[in-house]
C-alpha cells in the first residue's frame, strides 16, 4: 500500500491502514484469522495528551494517530509507569474538533496493541 499527503509519500500512516483494513473487510476481501488483520506497510509490522504533527508532509495535526500513541505505551512501559498487562484508553483530536478513542493494551510478555473503532464515511468504486 501506498500512502500519499498533498506533500510526500509517507512509509507508514495510522488512518490509511486502518481505513484499507475496514473496508476490505467490509467488502469481502480479506479475512481475519484469530480476530486480527495484519497488514504492513513501508515502515513495517506496526491521561496523557498525545498530539501528532506533520507540517512538512502537510498535515498540520493529525487528529488520531495509533502510531504516536504506541510509541507513548513503549516510552511509559521501559520508564515504568506501566507493565505488562496494562491497558488503558487514551483520547485525542479535541484541539482540532475530531475527538477519537484509542484502546492500548500493553500483554503479559507481548507487543503493545493499539485499537479503535472504524467508520465508513464515503464510499464509491474504482474503475480499471
Known amino acids: 500500500m501506498h500512502i500519499f499527503t498533498s506533500r510526500s509519500e509517507l512509509p507508514f500512516a495510522g488512518h490509511p491502514t486502518l481505513g484499507s483494513a475496514f473496508a476490505?473487510?467490509?467488502a469481502?476481501?480479506?479475512?481475519?484469522?484469530?480476530?486480527?488483520?495484519v497488514q504492513e506497510c513501508e515502515g513495517g509490522p506496526a491521561e496523557i495528551e498525545v498530539r501528532s504533527f506533520a507540517p512538512s508532509c502537510g498535515v498540520n495535526e493529525d487528529p488520531f494517530c495509533g502510531s504516536g500513541n504506541?510509541?507513548?505505551?513503549?516510552y511509559r512501559l521501559r520508564g515504568g509507569d506501566?507493565?505488562?498487562g496494562h491497558a488503558?484508553?487514551?483520547?485525542?483530536?479535541?484541539?482540532?474538533g475530531r475527538n477519537g478513542l484509542i484502546q492500548v493494551r500493553v500483554?503479559?510478555?507481548?507487543?503493545i496493541t493499539i485499537g479503535g473503532a472504524c467508520a465508513i464515511t464515503v464510499s464509491g468504486a474504482l474503475r480499471a
Open 70 to 74: 504506541g510509541a507513548v505505551a513503549a
Open 82 to 84: 506501566i507493565g505488562h
Open 28 to 37: 469481502g476481501m480479506v479475512t481475519p484469522t484469530n480476530g486480527r488483520i
Open 107 to 111: 500483554p503479559e510478555g507481548g507487543l
Open 24 to 26: 476490505l473487510l467490509k
Open 88 to 96: 488503558y484508553a487514551a483520547t485525542q483530536g479535541a484541539r482540532v
